[in-house]
């Protein structure tokens, strides 16, 4: 039973940057909960035909089928080329292009994909596009296991679980970018109405081709090939490169933000609410998870460096599993509140929030509820008749953060947030090293607050805040902060964004692993993360298997009940 009103964590506790780079992936992240959906729904996904010479020149089509619609995703692929070839967005070669598309692809829709996605900034996607996406091999990984394959046996083990990926993502675009889908344009109804449902879907079939791929090539080089075993199959997932613009995105999308920190922490005010006593059998759940959680952790050889070690993670769970037993048999009415109390402030942000990820799983039906499931307005209107008395009052109650927050002094205040002219790339870095007249895209929260607080107390009482943004109108937008956030407590991170000493990192893992699913991301320079989506993810013949969901935090082999074998038999499927 739960409490009727669950006690939320305070805003000041979780909105800094070093705890908001904390929050783990967890059953309500993109990735974690379109996974979900597949298995429940039972979706069927075919390759339906595999066009590809030795050199990895061709065309794959694979087909769709969930309880609401169809929809196809294609992918052109070529031969790897080292011109012009980087993991990140701002590369003009690729190893493999593609599109998802409602309905069923046909020759039209793919041949004019195949004329426009080369050309990415300047193209544009057909009718029904729901997102364009881009590829390119693992040069450490993909060589290796084709050249396995076709020797007839499987690829290095260790090899396989350093690298962890055959193909690296170098662009998911959706939601209207280059004459795709608008996301506000998805029905109710469509297989892919939860945001960021459709890139993850291209992405998990990314992973899919990147199998398909590798082992078709290895027939083509020789009839002796074998496929890809379970156990090895199961250890790849789909690499993944972020970097400055999460950050950007973290400001520019606050109701999006309060959505999402907001559903999660009222999910964990329930679920840390809920009156235990010794003998409910959610603690052996919440043994078993603690148990593949110190062990997946364990097993993540990672070179980390702003972010704590999986190691590290590792060795304090093993200490919060002492106190899961304490908290366990404590008489407590609220146990597992006590238990998450006890491990905030004593560990590692990273180990509580993974506490909290797992926890989250104890009430599965409780956590879904919270769900985002369809398109948010986030629209950011300023009210020009409100009284002024009352904008200010907005302020200080509740941005009083803003303008308490200790700031960087004017010398140390130097980063600047812009794009690079020659290819829209997001970037940062001291005013002293960027042309006069760059424009600045970052919203300076704390600062344009205090000015406008300085600019309402300026005012006489009965003024109009029209009035007030007549006379200084660049306050617009922070009028419109106050009027449309105040009642959102986890929709603007607490920091000083021109700071030179901000560590970037940090907001990047919060979108990445919190808010996208990503895990084992490793962080270099402070502000770049590399990780994996759908580490360990059920593939696409499991999802019938009902506890395929449960695929997080579990070594290889210890969730589906597959037969493991060395060398499986041939299928083009």
């Not at 908001?20 to 039972?42: D, T």
């Not at 008395?389 to 907005?394: D, K, N, Q, S, V």
Request: aromatic share 6%.
């Amino acid at each position: 039973m739960s409490i009727a009103t669950p006690s939320l964590r305070p805003p000041e506790q979780i909105m800094h940057p070093r705890w908001l780079g904390a929050m783990q992936p967890n059953r309500l992240s993109a990735a974690r909960s379109f996974v979900a959906k597949m298995v429940r729904e039972k979706w069927q996904i075919r390759l339906e035909s595999i066009d590809i010479d030795t050199r990895g020149n061709g065309t794959l089509l694979y087909r769709i089928q969930t309880p609401a619609a169809v929809m196809s995703f294609v992918a052109f692929t070529c031969e790897p080329s080292s011109v012009n070839r980087t993991s990140r967005i701002i590369g003009s070669s690729w190893d493999m292009l593609g599109t998802l598309m409602d309905g069923e692809a046909d020759a039209d829709r793919i041949e004019q994909n195949r004329r426009e996605l080369p050309k990415l900034y300047s193209g544009r996607a057909p009718e029904g596009t729901l997102v364009w996406f881009r590829a390119n091999q693992s040069v450490r990984l993909f060589e290796h296991v084709r050249e396995s394959l076709a020797a007839g046996h499987q690829p290095d083990a260790g090899r396989v679980a350093e690298v962890g990926y055959l193909m690296r993502n170098t662009g998911l675009d959706g939601n209207g970018t280059f004459g795709t889908r608008d996301f506000r344009d998805y029905e109710e109804t469509h297989p892919l109405a939860a945001p960021y449902h459709a890139q993850m879907l291209a992405a998990y079939l990314m992973r899919e081709l990147s199998v398909d791929l590798v082992q078709h090539l290895a027939r083509l080089d020789s009839a002796d090939a074998v496929a890809l075993s379970p156990a090895i199959r199961r250890t790849l997932a789909i690499g993944n490169g972020s970097a400055l613009g999460l950050v950007l995105f973290s400001f520019n999308r606050p109701h999006l933000l309060q959505a999402l920190i907001g559903g999660h922490e009222a999910a964990l005010a329930e679920v840390l609410d809920r009156a235990l006593d010794a003998g409910d059998p959610v603690w052996e759940r919440l043994e078993s998870l603690l148990n593949r959680s110190i062990l997946y952790r364990q097993q993540d050889g990672g070179r980390y460096v702003s972010l704590p070690s999986g190691a590290q993670i590792s060795t304090e769970l093993r200490a919060v599993k002492r106190l899961a037993q304490a908290a366990r048999h404590s008489g407590a009415a609220r146990p597992l509140r006590l238990l998450a109390e006890s491990v905030r402030g004593t560990y590692l942000p990273e180990t509580a929030e993974t506490l909290h990820a797992i926890l989250l799983e104890l009430d599965p039906e409780a956590t879904d509820r919270h769900q985002i499931s369809a398109a948010i307005d986030e629209s950011l209107l300023v009210d020009a008749t409100a009284p002024v008395e009352a904008l200010r009052a907005a302020l200080e109650d509740s941005f009083g953060w803003a303008l308490e927050l200790p700031l960087a002094p004017v010398e140390e205040a130097n980063r600047v947030w812009y794009k690079s002219r020659d290819s829209e790339e997001p970037r940062c870095g001291p005013a002293s090293e960027v042309p006069e007249d760059t424009h600045d895209l970052a919203f300076d929260v704390p600062r344009e607050l205090r000015r406008l607080h300085a600019a309402a107390l300026a005012q006489p009482a009965g003024t109009a805040v029209g009035t007030l943004l007549l006379a200084e109108p660049t306050l617009e937008q922070a009028v419109a902060h106050v009027q449309n956030l105040a009642n959102s407590p986890y929709s603007i991170p607490r920091l000083d964004l021109r700071d030179d000493d901000l560590v970037p990192v940090h907001l990047v893992h919060l979108l990445n692993g919190f808010t996208f699913g990503l895990d084992k991301t490793v962080d270099r320079l402070e502000r770049i993360l590399r990780g994996l989506i759908f580490d360990g993810a059920p593939f696409r013949d499991e999802l019938s298997i009902e506890q395929a969901a449960d695929w997080y935090w579990a070594p290889a082999n210890d969730i589906f009940e597959l037969p493991v074998v060395d060398v499986i038999e041939w299928s083009e499927n």
